[in-house]
């Protein structure tokens, strides 16, 4: 079965400082890994997916991962946070599920990101 | 184009009760997944359907419940409502039948509280 990992339960930094949220998973195939955002009350939109191609992801609003199968991680980082990034990030494995092909999406248990003014 | 539309938005039920919830998927989608969020943790996935028919389940018990129309729009049902059954249920839509690297587009949930 695979699993993520958030390294991190919460994270605070300054508005203009770098971000990174950290992600370790596990998974016995060729993962595809997405990370999602939630806003308070929101559901889930998605920042970024890998899907064995480029291992440098670039997302929206300025988020990048890079995938590194040697120490599997999917980290997410920003060079400089805004106020609007304060919210709950979710890096997400996609388990192909053995029932006739379901695709199951496996969370970790979340990073708070808040940003200091 | 609306994105996932998930109803009602907030729901108060008390235990032993049932509730259905509905969901809209985008357009074009076909297939349709649920999750449960309860406060503090990451979604935790009950079930897929495509084309009408489950092509998932999660760690659920039988008190879950969903279906498909032909419309691909669908329904979760949860009989016998528990205090543990409150949370926060995603909907979400994606193109096609279950592969790995599709991404899911989430609706804003339904917050079902029990009393």
């Known amino acids: 079965a695979q699993s993520v990992t958030q390294l991190d339960s919460h994270v605070s930094v300054s508005e203009g400082t770098p971000v990174l949220l950290r992600c370790n998973y596990s998974s016995s195939y060729s993962p595809s890994l997405f990370w999602y955002v939630q806003h308070p009350n929101k559901g889930l939109q998605l920042l970024l997916k890998y899907t064995s191609a480029a291992t440098l992801v670039k997302g929206i609003n300025g988020f990048e991962a890079e995938f590194k199968k040697s120490e599997t991680s999917f980290h997410l980082t920003k060079p400089s946070a805004h106020m609007s990034d304060a919210a709950e990030y979710f890096c997400v494995v996609s388990d192909p599920s053995d029932f006739q092909g379901a695709q199951k999406l496996v969370f970790g248990q979340g990073t708070r990101l808040t940003i200091n003014p | 184009d609306a994105g996932v539309t998930q109803s009602p938005t907030h729901l108060i039920k008390t235990r032993g009760q049932h509730v259905t919830l509905r969901c809209s998927p985008i357009s074009g989608h076909k297939s349709v997944s649920w999750y449960q969020q309860v406060l503090g943790q990451g979604p935790q996935f009950i079930f897929q359907?495509?084309?009408?028919?489950?092509?998932g389940r999660g760690n659920f018990p039988d008190r879950f419940s969903a279906r498909q129309f032909p419309n691909y729009s669908s329904e979760l049902n949860v009989n016998a409502l528990l205090l543990g059954d409150s949370a926060l249920y995603l909907c979400a839509s994606s193109t096609g039948r279950g592969r790995a690297n599709q991404p899911q587009h989430f609706g804003d949930g339904t917050r079902l509280s029990i009393l």
């Open positions: 359907y495509y084309e009408k028919e489950e092509r």
